[in-house]
């Protein structure tokens, strides 16, 4: 099975602050958001696409690496051997918000089974936004801080990168993307995803 390719993100769609950023159709969520900044409107909704790749036609790892909200350095290579579940987020997204109690559910359960979870916290150009959505939900696992998209676009192009926020993505043991979720996700949702990859011995 071969992961689809990303698709184009309509013109219409795009933020014209972060033009840059958007080109690569690195999206946003949907347009229910209730946040007060104009920047965030017209936004791309995730499609509720679930795409799964099988291990023989997974990509090569995904080098990643930036600086959490408390500034210290993280890398996706820190949790080799582990599965990761990344998931981006906006403190300006509804749907964010509504899945992040779940999120944090699962990672708590999963911890023991070896299985961490990361955040990649995007255009919050306000660094306390991003900060108090963190305490508000009471997350635990880190987030990369990423204002302006430039993490998100570190992504090879033709591998299953971010398309909408919130986007999901589940990494093998070995460091490579074998789910993406364009769409928020239950406890239940992620559990199910996630348990095949948990369930594979490298």
């Not at 051997?81 to 699962?106: F, H, I, T, Y």
């Not at 204002?147 to 971010?162: A, C, I, R, S, V």
């Not at 986007?167 to 996700?185: K, N, S, Y």
Request: glycine share 6%; aromatic share 4%.
């Amino acid at each position: 099975m071969r992961p689809r390719l990303t698709r184009r993100t309509p013109a219409r769609t795009l933020i014209a602050a972060l033009a840059a950023a958007s080109a690569l159709a690195l999206a946003g969520c949907s347009t229910a958001s209730t946040s007060s900044d104009s920047s965030h409107t017209n936004i791309v909704q995730g499609t509720g696409e679930v795409t799964t790749v099988a291990a023989a036609d997974r990509k090569a790892p995904v080098s990643l690496s930036g600086t959490d909200l408390d500034g210290k350095t993280i890398s996706l290579a820190d949790y080799k051997g582990k599965v990761v579940v990344l998931n981006v987020w906006g403190s300006w997204c509804s749907p964010c918000r509504a899945e992040a109690g779940d999120l944090e559910s699962v990672y708590k359960a999963t911890q023991a089974q070896g299985v961490q979870f990361l955040g990649i916290d995007t255009r919050d150009l306000q660094l306390p936004a991003a900060q108090s959505f963190v305490s508000d939900h009471g997350l635990t696992y880190p987030s990369l801080y990423d204002p302006d998209g430039e993490l998100l676009l570190k992504f090879p192009p033709g591998t299953l990168n971010p398309q909408a926020i919130p986007t999901t993505l589940v990494f093998d043991r070995q460091g490579r993307i074998a789910v993406r979720a364009l769409e928020p996700l239950s406890s239940d949702d992620l559990n199910k995803i996630l348990a095949p990859v948990l369930a594979e011995k490298s």
